[in-house]
Each structure stands twice: as structure tokens, then as C-alpha cells.
């Protein structure tokens, strides 16, 4: 029996190999993540050096080299990051909108107001923007994309963090997609907790998070060409807890 491994690809994927997704077919219905990537580093070996340093995620979450995947499931090759059915948080009563990949303006009162609540006496917003200059170089434009819904669960992922290491912390994160021009806000992280101490501490451990796990990518568009820039912290591995900072 032959069987069909069908895999999404994104970010500078795309672009070097040609397609955005890659339908391989085998004789096995199920490897390991690492077999998968041999086998696409097979097909493609012009590519090998990025795919050896990709993960592959299998149904939303990312999968460690000797997991065991099946023909059936929902696979995406993902390089290094730059950085429907009612849920059971919103079955618990939790915000179910705490957590949002758009490609719409994002404002960062809106994502505050989300984490603002009686018992809590501070609160703060991380805003990321488009900066024009970036070492001699002059950025026309960023453009952002993102394997959306895992993009979504692993930002729940830092949330349900931040409240397990800082007792009592909420946490909301809004992320651009598209097009983000020169100064205009690509990401916003708010924190609220009974004191500002932890907001402090709890909104750099979120960014951190964010840049190591997240499945966003960005381009920087240049006035002379363009680069996907990923993960720029050592050796790439979301599935590792985030090292103190």
C-alpha cells in the first residue's frame, strides 16, 4: 500500500523549494519526525541545511525527532521563527479572545483592556513596530506571516506559563499578518497582576517566549532586496522551557 504525506510549508520554504506544500508519497504510513525530514531532505537536497533545522508540527504543536507521526496526520515544516468549535476555556468562562493572529491594525488599548480587572493594580503593553534603519540597512516594509492556528495555541501555551510562574498574572497577545509598514505596530503583549513587579518580569519572559516558539515569520522588505529573518537566539529548539534571562 503507498501512502500520501501531505506537508505545509511556510516562510522562506515556499520560496526556495517552489510550492507551499509538499505531497510525498511511501510505502509507510507512519515515522518519526526525523525519518519525515530525511525524507523530504531526499527529495530536496539542494535544501537540506534549512530543513535539518526545521521542526516539523503535527497537528498544531511541534514534534520532537522521535515522535511518531502517521500518513493521516495534520503536518507543516516550519524553519526557525522570527519570532470554529467553541473551546474549553470559553466553556470555563475564560477569554477565548485573548489570544489573535490578524491582519487588521491592532491597537494596543484594545489588547490592554483585555487583561485589566478589578483585583490587579498594574498593567503594561509591550508594542513591537516596524523600524526604518536596522544595522545600515533601510527596511521599506516588514511583511509577516503565520501558520495561524498553532501560532494561536502556542500563545495560549505563554499564557498558561505566565499564570503557572507568576500566580494570579493575565496575559493577552494580539500579532500582525501582511504587510506592516514603517512604525506601525506588528505585535502587542499585555500583562496585568496584582503589582508591577511581575508585569515587568511576566511581558519580557512573554516576548522571549513568543520569539522562540511562535510560528510567525517575517520579511524584511529592503530598497534593495528582501530576507526572511527567523529564530536569532542560538540554536533553534521550541520544544526547550525558555532559559533565565
Same mark, same amino acid.
Given at each position: 500500500m503507498t501512502y500520501t504525506w501531505? !506537508?505545509?510549508?511556510?516562510?522562506?520554504?515556499? @520560496?526556495?523549494?517552489?510550492?507551499?506544500?509538499?505531497?510525498?508519497?511511501?510505502?509507510? /504510513?507512519?515515522?518519526?519526525?526525523?525519518?519525515?525530514?530525511?525524507?523530504?531532505?531526499?527529495a530536496y537536497p539542494e535544501h537540506g541545511a534549512l530543513i535539518r533545522v526545521s521542526f516539523i508540527a503535527c497537528n498544531h504543536a511541534y514534534?520532537?525527532?522521535?515522535?511518531?507521526?502517521?500518513?493521516?496526520? @495534520?503536518?507543516?515544516?516550519?524553519?526557525?521563527?522570527? /519570532? %470554529?468549535?467553541?473551546?474549553?476555556?470559553?466553556?470555563?468562562?475564560?477569554?477565548?479572545?485573548l489570544y489573535v493572529v490578524t491582519d487588521e491594525p491592532i491597537r494596543s488599548d484594545d489588547v490592554l483592556a483585555k487583561v485589566i480587572v478589578p483585583e490587579h493594580g498594574a498593567a503594561i503593553a509591550f508594542v513591537g513596530t516596524t523600524r526604518e534603519w536596522t544595522q545600515g540597512k533601510r527596511t521599506v516594509r516588514l511583511e509577516y506571516e503565520a501558520y495561524a492556528p498553532m501560532a494561536v495555541a502556542t500563545m495560549k501555551q505563554i499564557?498558561?506559563? !505566565?499564570?503557572?510562574?507568576?500566580?494570579g498574572a493575565l496575559c493577552a497577545i494580539s500579532h500582525r499578518i501582511g504587510v506592516v509598514g514603517l512604525a506601525e505596530t506588528s505585535v502587542v503583549i499585555a500583562v496585568s497582576s496584582p503589582h508591577r513587579d511581575i508585569c515587568y518580569e511576566a511581558s519580557?519572559?512573554? !516576548? @522571549?517566549?513568543?520569539?522562540q516558539i511562535v510560528p510567525i515569520w517575517?520579511?524584511? !522588505?529592503?530598497?534593495?532586496?528582501?530576507?526572511?529573518? %527567523?529564530?536569532?537566539? /542560538?540554536?533553534?529548539d521550541p520544544t526547550a522551557p525558555l532559559a533565565e534571562f
Open positions: 501531505s !506537508i505545509k510549508l511556510f516562510a522562506g520554504l515556499p @520560496e526556495r523549494i517552489g510550492v507551499s506544500s509538499l505531497s510525498l508519497r511511501s510505502e509507510e /504510513g507512519q515515522m518519526t519526525a526525523m525519518r519525515l525530514k530525511e525524507a523530504v531532505s531526499a514534534a520532537a525527532d522521535d515522535k511518531m507521526l502517521l500518513a493521516t496526520d @495534520e503536518l507543516a515544516l516550519l524553519p526557525p521563527v522570527s /519570532g %470554529g468549535e467553541e473551546s474549553q476555556a470559553a466553556a470555563d468562562g475564560e477569554r477565548d479572545d499564557g498558561d506559563e !505566565i499564570a503557572a510562574r507568576w500566580q519580557r519572559y512573554a !516576548i @522571549e517566549r513568543l520569539k517575517k520579511k524584511e !522588505i529592503w530598497e534593495d532586496g528582501s530576507e526572511w529573518k %527567523g529564530h536569532q537566539l /542560538g540554536p533553534w
